[in-house]
Each structure stands twice: as C-alpha cells, then as structure tokens.
C-alpha cells in the first residue's frame, strides 16, 4: 500500500525547481533590463520641453522602478536564493499572469451583463491567484529549504 502511495504523490525534485526559479528570475531580470532601457525613451522628450512632459515622467518613472525591481528579482535568484526570493518570483509570476489574464478575458462582454459580473470575477481570479500563489511558495519552500530537526541539547537553553 505505502508503494501506490508513493506513486501518486506528486513531487519534484529540488534542482529542477531550483532551475525553473533561476529560468523565471532571468527572464524577469531582462524584462527589468529592457525596461530600464525603454525608459530613456519616455524621459528623452524632458530635454526637448514637449507639452506631454508630466505623462512622460510619470510613464518614465513607472518602468525605472519596475525594472529595478524585476532585476532585483534576477538578482535574488541568482545570487541569493532563499524563501524571500522563491516569494518574489512566484509573486512576479502570478503578476503577470494575473494580468495577461485579465486583459485577455472579454468575457463578460460576451454576455452582455453588468459590470458587476465583471466585478466578480475579477475577485474570483485575484483570490484564485492568491491561493495558487501561496501554495505554490509553501511547496516550493518547503522542496528547496527543508527543515531540520533541532539538537535538542540547544532547544533546552
């Protein structure tokens, strides 16, 4: 019995989640990358005095911060994986799904209903992220960082 057991259990071994982390903070750190880069385009009318200044800054300073923080994320991977960074990137990652979701699903125009349908599954597909996401960090957690037991001469002092 404890063979079948066995045999249905999903689990992945540690390195390939290990990779799959490092493969997703490359691919966000030059997302970053890029978008540090594409900033320059919205802060280059600064020096020109264009009329559409303030929605450059505003646009400009939104993607330097982004791709500060998508870098930092390859950054952690790479450099320093830990619970912290394994959150990051699984957080990036549901993000971003979260919102190509979002903006890939007509369907409550398809319907023709209220916007309160709209409302709701919107709730539905953040709270069904969140919990995929939190699952998701506890497994890989707990795959990459298991806990080990604790010398019991140092509990006691």
């Known amino acids: 019995m404890d063979y079948l057991k066995r ?7 540690p390195i390939v989640i290990k990779i799959a982390l490092r493969v997703l903070g490359s691919l966000a750190a030059v997302l970053g990358l890029s978008m540090l880069g594409f900033s ?9 005095m264009k009329p559409d200044l303030a929605f450059s800054v505003v646009v400009g300073a939104i993607q330097i911060l982004l791709g500060l923080y998508l870098s930092y994320v390859g950054y952690l991977v790479w450099f320093r994986l830990s619970p912290h960074a394994v959150r990051h990137v699984l957080g990036t990652l549901a993000f971003v799904l979260l919102g190509a979701l979002g903006s890939s699903a007509d369907h409550h125009r398809l319907i023709r209903s209220s916007d309160v349908f709209e409302a709701i599954s919107f709730a539905i597909g953040v709270i069904a992220f969140y ?3 939190r699952c998701m960090v506890a497994y890989c957690c707990n795959r990459l960082f298991p806990a080990t037991p604790r010398d019991p001469a140092v509990v006691r002092q």
């Open 40 to 48: 320059l385009v919205f802060l280059s009318p600064i020096t020109s």
């Open 131 to 133: 919990i995929l996401y």
């Open 7 to 13: 045999r249905y259990t999903l689990t992945v071994k």
